[in-house]
């Protein structure tokens, strides 16, 4: 990842709020990408009407073909990206594609035509809404809105996901420590998990902390006898 990458990406990890459908009534802040004055006109009147509608929104535009893209993005901080790329060449997706797998952020990306292909790669890419020749103001609102929630919905599959993956990392070092237990204080399952989790609470560590720790410890004694 290059400095341009880094710098973007500790940006969105720090800020991961924003209003509008479900939100406080902040006013968003959106990004609108385009090079094409016009096709950015529609999405700011788009924009401007949401605004009219109930959600308040500040509206910044850039264009996709400026140097230093992900800087530029990050020092706006933008609550939801909207990218406008009429017939992009494949050069100019992987680039949008690349701002969509850093910001963290709603994306919606308007394409004037595409195939099943793209399409792929921009779930892949984490695009929430990739809209197809579907560029219309009166349209706009309901696209915001729809990015928002899509976005939303993936962000707390993929917490979940990950608090289970934890989970499940974690029985796997508390079994191995009081594996490790049982067999140096010769005491069954239940008494080694109960010395497990008072000494965690003895040391106000988490009883899976100290499950790692302990299967460390242990891995480095035995390599250790292994040299001997």
Known sequence: MDARARTFLAVAETS??????????????ILIIDENAVRAAILEEGL????AMGTPVV?????HEAGDLL????????DVILIDLENPSRDTLEQM???????KRPIAMFVDQ????????AIDAGVSAYVV?????ERVKSILDLTISRFRAFDRLQRELSEAKSALEDRKFVDQA?????KQKRIDEQSAYALLRRTAMNQNRKIADLARALVAAAALLDAGDGND
Do not use: Y
């Not at 595409?114 to 790669?121: F, G, K, P």
């Open 97 to 103: 594609f690349q701002v969509s797998r850093l910001a």
């Open 133 to 137: 020749d579907g560029l219309r103001r």
């Open 16 to 29: 991961d709020d924003f209003g509008g459908p479900g939100g406080s009534q902040k006013p968003l802040r």
């Open 178 to 182: 009081k594996a490790i237990v049982m």
């Open 59 to 63: 509206v910044h535009k850039i264009g």
């Open 48 to 51: 401007r009407d949401s605004s």
């Open 71 to 78: 800087p530029r993005i990050a020092a706006i901080d933008p």
């Open 114 to 121: 595409s195939d099943s292909e793209t399409v792929q790669a």
